[in-house]
């Protein structure tokens, strides 16, 4: 069992990172275009990004890029969507959910 949990953390952890990094480059990406004047990602795409895992790179974006940091709508449906995705993976995590 303890072997089972090690290679969940393990393959999780891939996930965040990985979903983080590319969220991460999509935030960058719309951020260059809103200064730009260019095609812009959705709202509802960068909150889709958040809700699958990829909140901690969207955290890290939003600070570094100094993107979607005004916006109170949107960061009050960030902070709904780590909410959400944490308590999705603690119930995945916790013997119920396995």
């Known amino acids: 069992m303890t072997a089972f949990y090690g290679e969940l953390l393990w ?32 709202e509802d795409t960068l909150h889709l990004l958040d809700i699958l895992g990829g909140w901690p790179g969207a955290f890290v974006a939003q600070r570094f890029f100094r993107h979607k940091i005004r916006k109170k709508s949107f960061r009050a449906r960030y902070w709904a969507t780590v909410i959400l995705n944490c308590a999705v993976l603690g119930w995945l995590l916790s013997p119920y959910g396995a």
């Open 11 to 42: 393959r999780v952890s891939c996930y965040y990172l990985l979903l983080g990094l590319g969220t991460f480059l999509v935030y960058g990406i719309d951020k260059i275009s809103a200064a730009s004047g260019g095609w812009r990602v959705r």
